[in-house]
């Protein structure tokens, strides 16, 4: 099973609600990502945890919180977005954690969510 | 940090091949040169990757040049299904986000 699987699909939510987006992959990978995608925009990089711990934050605002409860699974909280937030939002998994393996891994990347702010 | 050069667009015919070139003239040693696609509607999905020797997969070939200034992704017989977005990457040891980026990538259109 190489898959990576993401929930909900689509959301729509107001700049007042709390929502979260799930990812989850039974592959046994040690490293998972959030990307998010603008429209014809390539994928930005805002979070790697590596062994569950959060190893990267590309400067991403505090009204994103990602949290990895155990190896397969990973979140992210939303908690008052803005318009400007609305995007693609790609989660991926990779075998190695950031060790010096990472170099030739390979990212498997789930279908996403995509998130409307009104 | 090294960084990725693509042509924005690309078209091929159906059943031809395809030579997607990636620049990467600042290219360091340990750096992997990558290649992922993305289909419309889609999550990026992996093509291939090299160091320094040319490799084939069952999707594709990767020609990395001598000097590894560049590479070209070699679709052999291009499909309507191969029309998608193709990202260079290069990936090195190390943590920072750098390494995950993506660059602007190469939007392939076949035509039938």
């Known amino acids: 099973d190489t898959e990576v699987t993401q929930t909900p699909k689509h959301l729509v939510m107001g700049m007042t609600n709390k929502k979260s987006l799930k990812c989850e992959q039974h592959m046994g990978h040690r490293a998972m990502y959030w990307y998010k995608q603008k429209a014809k925009k390539p994928p930005e990089l805002m979070f790697v945890y590596s062994y569950e711990k959060l190893s990267i934050n590309e400067s991403v605002p505090s009204r994103f919180s990602p949290e990895c409860p155990n190896s397969s699974l990973l979140n992210l909280h939303l908690h008052a977005l803005q318009p400007e937030d609305s995007a693609l939002y790609l989660c991926?998994?990779?075998?190695?954690?950031?060790?010096?393996?990472?170099?030739?891994?390979?990212?498997?990347f789930g279908p996403g969510t995509r998130l409307t702010v009104l | 940090d090294a960084k990725t050069t693509q042509p924005n667009s690309m078209e091929s015919n159906e059943e031809e091949p395809v030579h997607l070139p990636c620049n990467h003239s600042t290219i360091s040693g340990t750096d992997y040169i990558h290649w992922y696609r993305q289909l419309p509607s889609q999550g990026p999905e992996y093509v291939i990757h090299g160091l320094t020797s040319n490799v084939n997969n069952r999707m594709a070939s990767l020609a990395i040049a001598e000097d590894r200034k560049s590479s070209t992704l070699i679709l052999h017989r291009a499909t309507l299904r191969d029309a998608a977005v193709y990202y260079c990457i290069l990936r090195d040891v190390g943590n920072t986000g750098n390494q995950f980026y993506f660059g602007t990538g190469t939007s392939l259109t076949v035509i039938p």
């Open positions: 991926a998994s990779s075998q190695m954690g950031l060790t010096s393996g990472i170099a030739a891994d390979t990212q498997y």
